[in-house]
């Protein structure tokens, strides 16, 4: 599943059988927003996933409620809440306001907002726990008991209709309702700005700390470049290694891959790569860490083809489109790296339902073997935040028979999810962009509505947290080092 994220201006004009009022400018005034909602309406005719978890009837109303909703929107604000309302119900995770896409004003507006909390944290179970308080005291494994008046999560619970990811995995949802400090805008920053900002400026924090001391205190808000320079996740440079690589006193190599959205980086990450697996003759094993990857390029491809000793094909996964051609009044909303995708379906075969089967050929994965084998046993650390090509790697790592799993349940989806060929939805009135995903992945057979579960289930504890532990690593490790 190979994507790109760019952030372009879109053109604004207007699709034939609009209101008069829109066919009258390039530009609409701000509150004609009919001409939006045709916009969306004729591109999600596009989407090859809009009914794996919708029936048309249902999908329909929830379009009337969004325009209903939409087109009453006081602000800005209103409508971006709306219409992520709409794609989050999708339930695909690549259909959704990317806060990367939309235009400069626009982001700015939404998302620079001083109403973030100043703390890194993730949930566990219903817990938000501190992993991190920038500048401040409080310790690892502080619970937040009470966030300005309110159960930190009931506040989850509110925002997760809003949250994008595949099917019902709603792991995914939660996991990206965390803030770890490994992006340059967090999805929890964003919806607790929009719908629970603080008061004053400041947030009213309940805490209890690991040593079980209860403590109220106030937090000063703050804005997305103070959040930025807290980020702890490694940044795309033009010629830095993004990975690291690490041998343990036990013989057992840690390969930490955070990101796989090398695009832009002239880094030479398929040499790095190579050599290290190539010194792994006296190693014990090897893990790879994908926890906080949640793709881009198909760089475990070059992991896979060293465990392989003939070339490998995936289980059929069949790709459908909706369309043959782009119609010609839709193409001046929709943005992409490469025109070719308006013409996605014309050599398509027709499938029942309205779908086109893509031609055979076209994206279809196949590894050989390359490279010397790995002498080791390996590894594949896992959690929600793989959703895309690592939930792709993750599932031919297991079909190939590669090792074992560990962690926790990826996102994505078993059904199959939408990705590979993308269009950036502009819609003029509004200025909102969003993304929406081309082709469809389906599998064979009668797929479960869920990520893909870990051989070894590993769940953190609030005391790993506290202690700053990493039991998942630890017990990957161990069982490598036994042989």
């Known amino acids: 599943m190979r994507r790109r994220t760019f952030l372009k201006a879109g053109g604004a004009a207007v699709l034939s059988g609009l209101s008069a009022r829109a066919l009258a400018a390039d530009q609409p005034a701000p509150p004609d927003l009919a001409g939006d909602v045709a916009i969306l309406r004729e591109a999600l005719k596009l989407h090859p996933g809009l009914y794996?978890?919708?029936?048309?009837?249902?999908?329909?109303?929830?379009?009337?409620?969004?325009?209903?909703?939409?087109?009453?929107?006081?602000?800005l604000?209103?409508?971006?809440?709306?219409?992520?309302?709409?794609?989050?119900?999708?339930?695909?995770?690549?259909?959704?306001?990317?806060?990367?896409?939309?235009?400069?004003?626009?982001?700015?507006?939404?998302?620079?907002?001083?109403?973030?909390l100043p703390l890194h944290?993730?949930?566990?179970?219903?817990?938000?726990?501190?992993?991190?308080?920038?500048?401040?005291?409080?310790?690892?494994?502080?619970?937040?008991?009470?966030?300005?008046?309110?159960?930190?999560?009931?506040?989850?619970?509110?925002?997760?209709?809003?949250?994008?990811?595949?099917?019902?995995?709603?792991a995914k949802r939660v996991s990206l309702l965390e803030v770890r400090g490994d992006d340059e805008i967090e999805t929890f920053d964003v919806f607790q700005g929009l719908l629970?900002?603080?008061?004053?400026?400041?947030?009213?924090?309940?805490?209890?700390?690991?040593?079980?001391?209860?403590?109220t205190l106030s937090l000063?808000?703050?804005?997305?470049?103070?959040?930025?320079?807290?980020?702890?996740?490694?940044?795309?440079?033009?010629?830095?290694?993004?990975?690291?690589w690490t041998m343990r006193a036990d013989?057992?190599?840690?390969?930490?891959?955070?990101?796989?959205?090398?695009?832009?980086?002239?880094?030479?990450?398929?040499g790095w790569l190579n050599d290290r697996l190539d010194s792994l003759s006296c190693a014990r094993g090897l893990v790879v860490d994908l926890r906080d990857n949640e793709g881009g390029a198909d760089c475990g491809d070059l992991i896979l083809a060293r465990l392989i000793d003939r070339p490998w094909t995936p289980p059929l996964l069949e790709q459908r489109l909706r369309f043959r051609r782009t119609p010609a009044a839709l193409d001046r909303y929709l943005d992409t790296w490469d025109d070719s995708f308006r013409t996605l379906g014309e050599k398509a075969t027709d499938l029942p339902n309205g779908f086109f089967l893509r031609p055979a050929?076209?994206?279809?994965?196949?590894?050989?073997?390359?490279?010397?084998?790995?002498?080791?046993?390996?590894?594949?650390?896992?959690?929600?935040?793989?959703?895309?090509?690592?939930?792709?790697?993750?599932?031919?790592?297991?079909?190939?028979?590669?090792?074992?799993?560990?962690?926790?349940?990826?996102?994505?989806?078993?059904?199959?999810?939408?990705?590979?060929c993308f269009f950036?939805?502009?819609?003029?009135?509004?200025?909102?962009?969003?993304?929406?995903?081309?082709?469809?992945?389906?599998?064979?057979?009668?797929?479960?509505?869920?990520?893909?579960?870990?051989?070894?289930?590993?769940?953190?504890?609030?005391?790993d947290i506290a202690a700053g532990r990493d039991p998942v690593l630890d017990r990957a490790a161990v069982d490598l080092a036994r042989g």
């Open 251 to 270: 013989g057992i190599a840690v390969l930490t891959m955070p990101g796989w959205a090398l695009w832009n980086s002239k880094w030479d990450w398929k």
């Open 196 to 215: 629970a900002p603080p008061t004053g400026g400041e947030h009213r924090l309940e805490v209890i700390d690991p040593s079980g001391r209860r403590q």
């Open 361 to 420: 050929g076209e994206d279809t994965l196949s590894i050989a073997p390359a490279g010397k084998r790995l002498p080791v046993r390996v590894a594949v650390l896992t959690g929600p935040v793989n959703s895309s090509a690592t939930f792709q790697f993750a599932n031919n790592f297991r079909a190939i028979g590669g090792g074992k799993l560990y962690g926790r349940t990826t996102g994505g989806n078993r059904r199959g999810i939408n990705g590979g």
């Open 424 to 463: 950036f939805v502009r819609l003029p009135a509004s200025g909102l962009e969003f993304d929406l995903p081309l082709v469809g992945y389906f599998p064979g057979g009668n797929q479960p509505d869920e990520g893909l579960r870990p051989d070894v289930a590993v769940m953190p504890t609030i005391a």
């Open 52 to 75: 794996r978890y919708n029936s048309p009837a249902a999908f329909e109303g929830r379009l009337q409620r969004f325009a209903a909703e939409f087109s009453a929107a006081p602000n």
């Open 77 to 116: 604000a209103g409508r971006y809440l709306a219409l992520t309302r709409l794609t989050a119900a999708i339930r695909c995770g690549h259909s959704y306001g990317n806060f990367f896409n939309q235009r400069k004003a626009v982001a700015a507006a939404l998302f620079d907002r001083p109403t973030r």
């Open 121 to 170: 944290f993730v949930w566990i179970d219903r817990a938000m726990v501190v992993v991190r308080h920038p500048g401040g005291s409080l310790q690892p494994g502080t619970r937040v008991l009470r966030l300005n008046g309110e159960d930190p999560a009931r506040l989850r619970d509110r925002l997760l209709p809003l949250i994008r990811a595949d099917g019902h995995n709603d």
């Open 220 to 244: 000063p808000a703050i804005g997305l470049a103070a959040r930025q320079a807290t980020k702890t996740g490694p940044e795309v440079k033009e010629a830095e290694p993004l990975w690291q």
